[in-house]
């Protein structure tokens, strides 16, 4: 009688973990700030949820022109205070290096930008702001709109009419 109570006990935990193992299978949605998501669709933002659960927005610029934009889903914490980063791509350099005049334009620009800064990663140029990650839909949204206009415009100081981001 012992026996088979335990085989049956035994049974439903292996039951029980193959229903788990096969919904992380079938969930393929990623996991996403419902926080973030909730501000974008009360303004009709569209966006995409791209593979890390983060927010992909694009906006369109006026004049042809569009800035593609990412609001993390993943934040981070200093003491007490949790932050979220919004990324928006303004420069693509063909190596590794930037040009010195770049890189002198991009530090100039970050001593005159009120929020935000230019971080070099890899071959890109990426403005970023970071922000209280519960920050209310107006202030999330003004931030996203600055780095979507700072990337275009730096795009355009640094490429012309090229529109690659």
């Known amino acids: 009688m012992k026996m088979a109570k335990y085989a ?42 791209d593979k890390d659960g983060d927010f992909r927005v694009t906006f369109d610029m006026g004049e042809g022109r569009s800035q593609l934009a990412f609001i993390m889903s993943k934040t981070s914490e200093y003491r007490n205070f949790e932050i979220r980063e919004i990324h928006s791509v303004g420069y693509r350099s063909a190596t590794e290096q930037f040009p010195p005049s770049v890189a002198n334009q991009l530090l100039e620009d970050n001593f005159l930008i ?52």
């Open 8 to 49: 049956t006990i035994t049974g439903l935990i292996m039951l029980l973990c193959l229903n788990s193992a096969w919904a992380q299978l079938g969930s393929t949605a990623p996991k996403h700030d419902s926080r973030v998501e909730k501000i974008l669709k009360e303004r009709d933002i569209a966006y995409r949820i």
């Open 114 to 165: 009120k929020l935000g800064a230019w971080a070099k990663v890899g071959n890109l140029a990426i403005f970023i702001v970071r922000l209280s990650a519960d920050a209310d839909g107006e202030s999330l949204v003004n931030a996203l709109r600055l780095t979507l206009e700072s990337a275009d415009e730096m795009e355009m100081k640094l490429t012309g009419d090229e529109d690659e981001f």
